[in-house]
């Protein structure tokens, strides 16, 4: 006999899989996610934040630079 799976029983084994692992993972009602976006929107904004930071001293810096060119150019 082949070691080689057909198509056919590879979807024949999904389904399967399917089938017998669908009960298991059944919940009565909705998930609440609302706690875990919350948090990831906290963590956004802190990433934001931090962004943020990081970019205000670059900015000052690269136009000094240019004033500083522009005077003694």
Known sequence: MSQ???TAQKLLLGIGVM???APAFAVEGAIDVSGAVSIIGGLTAAVA???AAKLAPAATSVAF???KGAIFS
């Open 4 to 6: 080689k799976t057909t």
């Open 65 to 67: 630079k240019w004033v």
């Open 49 to 51: 934040a931090i962004g």
């Open 19 to 21: 089938a017998i692992g």
